[in-house]
């Protein structure tokens, strides 16, 4: 890790400040931000440590029926209060299948919206990549890119967002809140994650200085609560970033869908909205029949960046089963494994002298 | 640029004067407060056998700065026993053949503490596997460790009933 100055601002005016000065960051919990560091990715030459201001880190119920999520938040907190859980059921699966218990205790809220990429040419500092170094080139292009991007990727950068957290946030069309140098102004979430284009890789559309302060949650969110689930497929049963996940949402008039949500994660550099999909879903009676269509509809325009042909047909399956899971209903409790695509398996405790013969 | 953090440590206040502020609170512990059973494994919050207890956390003592922690209570695997007296978790591990090259140990321990006080497996193993799964074992002791956080659980809980049954006496 490289030497930096270590800045405790006293409040948000003074962080702003503070880290619009070049080759800053900000620093809340560090799950990610330590990592990179650790491994050269990341070498500020100043860290600003928000991670103890004050009034950021809790849930605000407002009277419009939406609620603020205070960037400081610990995605652990957020995920097991009892009346978000309820209202945003598809949010608070999405934590908890993210990271493990310990990660969930110190990650927040801001701080998941702005993770890297767990792209290995990214974490490579011996790869090229135009994200970490613009303009050297991307060696997951010709690489090990199987789980690499589908949608919205560019020969300067295949990478995909990690983050579950967003998923399920980009269908509800969340509501970004940032202080920066000009001031406060708020973005919707699908503004704030950058596509690579032809020319460049940008991570995000946040400027030097902007800090996220929280986000808020529009109140006609609050609708799918009944139908709400998370789906997300990973290479082991836990700990796992998705090879690909959904967060689908429906909001139900009898057998007929109002309204639906959907977002598709680990397909692109960004947590990826369906409009298309959620528009074939609007007015038609519920089943395999018409969710096949929005999955087909949501995938339209995918193609595979590499050895990654597979993660298409993934998708529109793992779309679908979210869809299924969705309609049947939002679970009474947390399933044992959240987001798992796989039914739940409650065995018996197995005896600890199994193994002896 | 040297500055100072109040840390308490297994109940132990300290001043501590960090001249570096890269320190991370697993390097605290175990380079210059000399409590190596916290351990290092892959140092990059990946592996968990740095887990303590921060604030009443579970976390990842690799993945924390140190200069971020004046002001806060850690408690370590050395805190946990009561003199002889081990604490329930650690004597569940023991009985339970929870372990077998012993390193992430500490690490299974100190999570399987802060997961019996976040009280979201109750009994069911399948939980107990998913909300452990940040902690590894190279050796697969993973039989004997579910066995032992469940165990652990119900002595826990056991000695919560028998205390407020206690209390209510004395109340009454």
């Known amino acids: 890790m490289n030497r930096f100055d270590f800045i405790r601002p006293a409040n948000i005016a003074e ?15 560090g799950t990610n931000l330590l990592d990179l560091m650790k491994i050269g990715v990341t070498r500020p030459e100043r860290v600003i440590d928000i991670s103890r201001l ?19 938040m610990r995605n652990a907190d957020l995920a097991y209060d009892t009346r978000f859980a309820a209202t945003y059921p598809a949010i608070a699966e999405a934590l908890l299948s993210g990271a ?62 990690p983050s579950d957290f967003c998923v399920p946030l980009a269908a509800l069309g969340a509501v970004i809140e940032i202080e920066g140098v000009g001031g406060r102004r708020d973005i919707p979430i699908e503004s704030l994650h950058s596509l690579p284009d032809a020319s460049r890789a940008l991570e995000s559309t946040l400027a030097p200085g902007d800090f996220i302060t929280g986000l808020r949650l529009p109140p006609e969110a609050a609708s799918f609560a009944g139908n709400a689930r ?19 949402m429906l909001d139900m008039d009898g057998d007929t869908i109002r309204a639906s949500r959907l977002a598709i994660g680990a397909v692109a550099a960004k947590p990826w909205r369906a409009h298309e999909a959620e528009a074939v879903l609007v007015g038609q009676k519920a089943g395999r029949e018409i969710f096949e269509k929005a999955a087909t509809a949501a995938l339209a325009d995918a193609r595979p960046s590499g050895d990654n042909a597979f993660k298409i047909t993934l998708a529109h399956r793992i ?13 009474k409790v947390m399933p044992a494994l959240p987001a ?17 013969a | 640029m040297p500055f100072s953090i109040s840390l308490t440590v297994n109940g132990q206040p300290n001043s501590i004067a960090l001249d570096d502020p890269r320190v991370t609170l697993l390097d605290l512990l175990r380079e210059r407060l000399h409590l190596t059973g916290t351990k290092k494994g892959c140092d990059r919050g990946q592996c968990g056998a740095c887990t303590v207890i921060l604030d009443g956390r579970r976390i990842n003592a690799c993945l924390t700065l140190a200069a971020t922690l004046d002001g806060s209570t850690v408690t370590t695997i050395e805190g946990l026993a009561e003199g002889t007296e081990l604490h329930p978790v650690q004597a569940a591990f023991i009985a339970c053949d929870g372990l077998q090259c012993g390193y992430c140990t500490p690490g299974q ?14 009994n069911d193993p399948e939980r107990v596997r998913e909300l452990m799964s940040g902690n590894i074992c190279r050796c697969g002791a993973y039989q004997g460790i579910t066995q032992a956080v469940l165990e652990a659980g ?12 206690e209390n209510g006496r004395n109340a009454a």
Request: proline share 4%.
């Open chain 2, 154 to 165: 119900q002595i826990l809980s056991q000695n919560n009933t028998a205390q407020s049954r």
């Open chain 2, 109 to 122: 321990i100190m999570s399987a503490v802060g997961l019996l006080s976040e009280g979201h497996a109750g």
């Open chain 1, 319 to 331: 779309l679908v089963r979210a869809l299924m899971l969705a309609y049947e209903g939002t679970p």
């Open chain 1, 100 to 161: 493990s218990a310990q990660l969930r205790n110190a990650a927040t809220v801001g701080g998941n919206l702005l993770q890297r990429t767990r792209c290995a040419y990214f974490q490579d500092t011996a790869s090229a990549c135009n994200r970490r170094e613009p303009g050297s080139g991307c060696d997951a292009l010709h690489g090990e890119n199987r789980l690499h991007a589908v949608l919205g990727w560019s020969e300067q950068c295949i990478a995909t967002h």
């Open chain 1, 15 to 29: 962080a702003v400040t503070a880290a619009a000065v070049p080759g800053s960051v900000y620093l809340a919990a």
């Open chain 1, 54 to 72: 004050p009034g950021l880190d809790r849930i605000e119920w407002l009277s419009d029926g939406s609620v603020r999520i205070g960037a400081l």
């Open chain 1, 230 to 248: 998370y789906v997300k497929l990973r290479e082991r049963t836990s700990y796992a970033f998705a090879v690909v996940s959904a967060a689908a």
């Open chain 1, 340 to 356: 798992s695509p796989f039914p739940e398996q409650h065995l018996s405790a197995p005896k600890a002298d199994l193994h002896v």
